[in-house]
C-alpha cells in the first residue's frame, strides 16, 4: 500500500515526565496546571548560572528491568524500556499473536546516554583505563533504546533511532508513519527519550545563555509566550506512541485514541541554534504537514506550540502560525506544555504527541503555565503588527474543555530541522 491508501490509527501511549511517572498522572498534571520544575537533585548545580530542571523523580529502573542491565545502560533507555512496556499494555495488543517481524520501533534521542559518559569518564581519571566498563559504548550510544526495546519484546520489524536535536521525538513518529504507510510494518512503537539533565549539558546550555535562569522560583521560569521569559528549562522523560495500520489495530479490536494524519519536515538552512526571523522553515513544515494531511488550516483546533520560553524562538514560532493559519488563528487554541514540563529535548516530540492524542481523544486543551503578560511583539502592543494573537488564543493559565477536531504539534531543532505532526479524530472512513 503507499502513503495515498493507507491509514495509521495510535493506539497505545505512555509517558515517563517531571509531571508524572505514566500515561495518566502526566495529563492529570498538565491539565491542572501542575509544574514539575523545582531545583536540580541528580547532581550538583551550585556552580552553574541555572539549577533549575524538569526532573523524573521516583522512578525505580529496577522495576522494569533487571539489575544487572540498569547498571550497564543509561538512564534514557531505562526510560524507553519502561515506557514500551506502558504502551504495549495501554494498547492490549497481544504480542503472541502480533506477527513480531512486522512490528518495528523507532525511538529516538536528542543527546543520548551523556550520564553514563560522565561517569565513566571519573572512573577513567580516578582509577585508570582498566575501570572503563566494556558496556560503555552499548551503554550509552543512541540507538540502544530502540535496540533493547526491540531485543526485550522481541520484535524484528524495522528498528531505528533518530537524532534530529529537539525535532527529535517527532521524526520518529513521522519516520515510523512511513514505515507502515509504504508496508514495511504494520505496528510501530514510536518516539522520543532523553535524561540528559547533568553537568555537562547544562553546562553547555547554560554557557550559550540558552537557560533560564530563574533559580528561586523554578515552578515560574518556563513562561513561554510571556513577555518576562528568559530561557528555556531543560526536562527528561519518554514519549512513546504504539501505531498500527488501520486494518491492523481494526482486525483485533482495537479503541484509537486518534489517528495519525500527517507528517511535515523542513530545514531552515540558516544558524546551528537560530531559527530566521521570518520563520520561514516553520512555515513550511506546518504547511507540509497540513499537505500531507490533505487538510485544511480550518480543520485544526489546537496546536501543541514547540513553544520553549526563548525570547526569539516564541515570537518567530508565533509569527509562523499567523503566516500559515490566517484569520483562523484566532479561532485557534494554542498551548506549550514545556511550561509544566520544561523541554524534554529529543523526548520533547513524544511527550507532546501523546499530549495531543489525549487532546483528541478526551477534548480537552491543556493549558500554557506562568503567561501573566503576552509578549507585546505577539499582541501586536508593540507596534509589530504581523501576529497580533490574543492572550486567550494561549490558552493561560486554565484548561479548555471543547472539541477537538484534529491537533497540530510542532518540534524545531538545532540545525534547523523542523519536523510537525498531525492528529485528528480516528473516525470511520
Known amino acids: 500500500m503507499t502513503s495515498k491508501t493507507r491509514r495509521v490509527f495510535v493506539t497505545g501511549l505512555s509517558t515517563i515526565s517531571p509531571v508524572g511517572l505514566d500515561l495518566e498522572s502526566t495529563w492529570k498534571g498538565l491539565i491542572e496546571g501542575r509544574s514539575g520544575i523545582g531545583p536540580i537533585e541528580g547532581f550538583d548545580a551550585s556552580l552553574f548560572a541555572s539549577r533549575i530542571a524538569g526532573e523524573v523523580r521516583g522512578f525505580e529502573a529496577d522495576q522494569w528491568m533487571e539489575p544487572r542491565d ?8 531505562h526510560f524507553a524500556l519502561a515506557a514500551a512496556r506502558m504502551a504495549l499494555d495501554d494498547s492490549g495488543i497481544d504480542l503472541d499473536g502480533t506477527d513480531r517481524e512486522r512490528f518495528g520501533v523507532v525511538i529516538g534521542s536528542g543527546i543520548g546516554g551523556l550520564p553514563l559518559l560522565e561517569r565513566q569518564h571519573k572512573q577513567y581519571l580516578e582509577r585508570g583505563a582498566r575501570r572503563i566498563s566494556p558496556f560503555l559504548i552499548p551503554g550509552m550510544i543512541l540507538n540502544l533504546a ?3 526495546v526491540s531485543m526485550s519484546f522481541g520484535l524484528r520489524g524495522p528498528n531505528s533511532a533518530v537524532a534530529t536535536a529537539c525535532a527529535t521525538g517527532n521524526q520518529a513518529i513521522g519516520d515510523a508513519l512511513r514505515m507502515i504507510q509504504y508496508g514495511d510494518a504494520d505496528v510501530v512503537l ?12 547544562v553546562g553547555g546550555f547554560s554557557a550559550m545563555k540558552a537557560l533560564s535562569t530563574r533559580n528561586d522560583e523554578p515552578e515560574r521560569a518556563s513562561r513561554p509566550f510571556d513577555r518576562d521569559r528568559d530561557g528555556f528549562v531543560m526536562g527528561e522523560g519518554c514519549g512513546l ?3 498500527e495500520a ?3 489495530a481494526l482486525a483485533r479490536g482495537a479503541t484509537p485514541y486518534a489517528e495519525l494524519a500527517g507528517f511535515g519536515m523542513s530545514a531552515d538552512a540558516y544558524h546551528m541554534s537560530a531559527p530566521p526571523p521570518d520563520g520561514n522553515g516553520m512555515v513550511r513544515v506546518m504547511t507540509n504537514a497540513l499537505r500531507d494531511a490533505g487538510m485544511a488550516p480550518s480543520e485544526i483546533d489546537y496546536i501543541n506550540a514547540h513553544g520553549t520560553s526563548t525570547p526569539t524562538g516564541d515570537v518567530i514560532e508565533a509569527r509562523a502560525m499567523r503566516q500559515v493559519f490566517g484569520a483562523h488563528a484566532d479561532q485557534l487554541h494554542i498551548s506549550s506544555t514545556k511550561s509544566a514540563s520544561g523541554h524534554l529535548l529529543g523526548a520533547a516530540g513524544g511527550l507532546e504527541s501523546v499530549v495531543a492524542c489525549l487532546a483528541v481523544s478526551r477534548d480537552m486543551v491543556p493549558p500554557t503555565l506562568n503567561l501573566e503578560t503576552l509578549d507585546p511583539r505577539i499582541s501586536g502592543d508593540s507596534g509589530d503588527t504581523d501576529i497580533c494573537l490574543a492572550k ?8 479548555i474543555a471543547k472539541p477537538v477536531r484534529a491537533v497540530l504539534s510542532n518540534s524545531f531543532g538545532f540545525g534547523g530541522t523542523n519536523a510537525t505532526l498531525i492528529f485528528r479524530k480516528a473516525a470511520a472512513r
Do not use: N, Q, W, Y
Not at 514510536?190 to 549539558?201: F, K, L, R, S
Not at 488564543?393 to 484548561?399: I, K, N, S
Open 190 to 201: 514510536a518516539g522520543g527519550t532523553e535524561a540528559a539533565v547533568c553537568a555537562m549539558p
Open 392 to 399: 486567550e488564543r494561549f490558552v493561560p493559565g486554565e484548561r
Open 246 to 248: 488501520e486494518e491492523h
Open 70 to 77: 540498569v547498571k550497564k545502560t543509561d538512564r534514557f533507555i
Open 241 to 243: 506512541l504504539l501505531l
Open 146 to 148: 530502540s535496540g533493547m
